[in-house]
């Protein structure tokens, strides 16, 4: 077990954001982290991540590293936010509905409402529209509560139109088309953003391989959209055109790489990449890397477009559709600059929070 005071002089000597709040909460012994890593384009946004970690140091580690993720993540979806992150370090995950949970998420909305703004939060790991409607009957900065208590409740559509929209315009950077029609695309996990994927996927042509840990998903995505489903640990090596990942992270590793065969990685799932190398590895084995916390935007811009912005639909399609234009501008910027594509998206993001313009 780590203590935690080595841990924060460690991990924030190394850390470039503005502010981290750190709240021990007794009664309910949870460690709360918010992580304010920018508010340079607006308030700090991102999710609550409830988790029982095995020393409270990790779920700091998290913040830190998060936050900093969403701060690109905002700047490149050309959002009016900064970026942050929450963590709810419990000692374990209280059942959804309990009174301890309630508890937690209550005496944690007073930590969020004393920041007055400067952090907005959302949904992330094990939390979702009913634990942002408990926050909220404590304060007006949490986005993504249950549309009958005047949200717009889950955000997974927007992010799975999203990823539909970067999948087509990662495709036609190595076809020349972004029709889909017969393309093979593999969805690793079908959950809330991989089924939906699935569905607009399904529309467009594509022939699906479907993989999920819980087969039975797999099975009830593949009888209502088609596909074939395939064995989760199979998922890396199975031929197809198009991988989306969109279940956990650190799915492209040095261990991964060498045995892909696809010719686009392109899927919801954050923190794709085992470390900054791998983008590299993708590269030169010719592999068209659709960096994650631009193809996965949608989730923030369904949020923030019809709570904060006021968009109508046809603006927030308008604006999904915009991240297959992003894409294609950092595809291009790749190929021009002889860089990867990530280095390529943390240049866009970089250079929107240098003019201090989400553009
Ligand atoms: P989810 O929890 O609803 O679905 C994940 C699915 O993946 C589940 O069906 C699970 O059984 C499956 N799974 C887990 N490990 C697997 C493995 N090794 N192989 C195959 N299947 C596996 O999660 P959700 O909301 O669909 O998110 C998916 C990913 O996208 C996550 O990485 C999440 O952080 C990311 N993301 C989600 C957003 C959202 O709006 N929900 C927004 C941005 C990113």
């Given at each position: 077990m780590h203590t935690l005071v080595p841990v924060f002089e460690d991990l924030l000597a190394g850390w470039?954001?503005?502010?981290i709040v750190t709240r021990y909460d007794g009664p309910t012994e949870t460690w709360m982290f918010v992580g304010v890593h920018s508010t340079v384009l607006g308030p700090a946004m991102g999710g609550t991540r409830m988790k029982a970690y095995s020393a409270p140091g990790d779920g700091l580690g998290d913040v830190l590293r998060l936050s900093q993720a969403m701060t690109f993540k905002q700047a490149a979806a050309h959002l009016p936010y900064g970026g942050g992150k929450a963590v709810l370090a419990v000692p374990n995950v209280p059942p959804p509905g309990s009174s301890a949970?309630?508890?937690i998420l209550l005496r944690y909305a007073a930590l969020v409402d004393s920041l007055h703004g400067t952090y907005v939060t959302a949904a992330d790991m094990n939390t979702g529209a009913p634990d942002m409607d408990v926050i909220g009957e404590r304060t007006n900065h949490v986005l993504g509560r249950s549309r009958d208590?005047?949200?717009s409740g889950d955000p997974a559509p927007g992010t799975a139109l999203g990823v539909f929209h970067g999948i087509r315009s990662a495709w036609r950077h190595v076809s020349g088309s972004a029709e889909l029609d017969g393309v093979v695309v593999l969805v690793q996990g079908v959950g809330s953003v991989g089924d939906r994927l699935a569905d607009h996927l399904g529309e467009a042509g594509a022939h699906l391989l479907l993989a999920d840990v819980d087969e039975g998903r797999a099975e009830k995505t593949a009888e209502r959209v088609g596909g074939?489903?395939?064995q989760p640990d199979s998922v890396i090596a199975t031929a197809c055109d198009v991988f989306a990942p969109c279940?956990?992270?650190a799915v492209l590793t040095a261990a991964t790489i060498p045995r892909l065969a696809c010719r686009v990685v392109a899927g919801a799932a954050n923190n794709q990449l085992g470390s900054g190398e791998d983008a590299a590895l993708l590269a030169q084995r010719g592999i068209l890397y659709a960096p994650d916390y631009v193809i996965n935007a949608g989730?923030?811009?369904h949020l923030a477009g019809y709570e904060t912005l006021g968009w109508d639909e046809a603006m927030m399609r308008a604006r999904l559709a915009g991240i297959g234009e992003t894409l294609a501008g950092i595809f291009a910027t790749a190929d021009a600059e002889g860089i990867t594509t990530a280095e390529a998206a943390d240049r866009l993001a970089l250079a929107r929070l240098a003019a201090g313009d989400p553009g």
């Open positions: 470039d954001g503005e502010e949970r309630r508890e208590r005047g949200g074939t489903v395939i279940a956990a992270g989730g923030v811009i």
